[in-house]
């Protein structure tokens, strides 16, 4: 069954370090997103691309964050300038209409980012 | 801003009991979606609900959408170990907005 992957499984940076978080999404899904999920709190969005441009974002998502589909397969969210209360499961998903309108998505298994 | 209220927030059941774990919120979803989430890894969809007053079953499973689309419940008959995990439900708004807003969870354990 198609899944969504995501590398690296943990990422370990120092604060003011510049990350990149990697996902694939499933192969004919055209909406991907992003998520956070701080240890012990519940899952927040970050972002939502579709057709090669932020289609939603949240507040949290500011100057510090960006995505990028850098070619047919990937789909990377850069930190930059890493924070210590960026430390958290960040996990990648995509979507695509179901026949019932709404868009399923499915999650890949998450990158663990600390920031120390 | 949507918020999803899950109730209740832990839950201890023995093995064969059932149980009903719920998701309220004020605010009209266009959909509403059930994970499962084990420690460490990602949600995992369960099922999806869109129509007001849907009822979709998995196996022991059953999930109610509500009529109003605010609401939405998760009954599991004769619960066994396996059950046990973390229980999530997200609501999307639609009307263009396809992000999840999730609730909290229900942390389940089934003990043998």
């Known amino acids: 069954e198609p899944e969504v992957t995501q590398t690296p499984s943990h990422q370990v940076t120092q604060m003011g370090q510049e990350v990149i978080l990697r996902c694939v999404p499933i192969s004919n899904h055209l909406y991907f997103y992003w998520y956070r999920q701080i240890l012990g709190q519940k899952v927040e969005f970050l972002v939502s691309?579709?057709?090669?441009?932020?289609?939603?974002k949240s507040e949290i998502f500011d100057d510090q964050f960006s995505v990028e589909r850098p070619d047919g397969s990937n789909f990377t969210l850069k930190i930059r300038s890493t924070k210590l209360e960026d430390s958290a499961m960040y996990f990648c998903?995509?979507?695509?209409?179901?026949?019932?309108?709404?868009?399923?998505?499915?999650f890949g298994p998450g990158t663990r980012l600390t920031v120390t | 801003t949507q918020l999803l209220e899950q109730s209740p927030q832990f839950l201890s059941i023995q093995e064969g009991e059932n149980l009903t774990v719920y998701c309220n919120s004020s605010s009209v979803f266009s959909s509403l979606q059930w994970y499962r989430q084990e420690p460490g890894e990602g949600p995992v969809l369960l099922v999806t609900?869109?129509?007001?007053?849907e009822v979709k079953k998995l196996k022991r499973l059953t999930f109610q959408f509500g009529d109003a689309r605010k609401d939405s419940s998760l009954h599991i008959t004769a619960a066994q170990p396996g059950d046990t995990g973390l229980y999530l439900c997200?609501?999307?708004?639609?009307?263009?907005?396809?992000?999840?807003?999730f609730g909290k969870g229900t942390k389940l354990s089934v003990i043998p």
């Open positions: 997200a609501g999307e708004e639609g009307a263009g907005s396809y992000q999840l807003t």
């Open positions: 691309f579709y057709n090669n441009e932020i289609s939603e």
């Open positions: 998903a995509s979507s695509v209409t179901s026949s019932g309108g709404s868009y399923e998505q499915y």
């Open positions: 609900v869109v129509t007001g007053g």
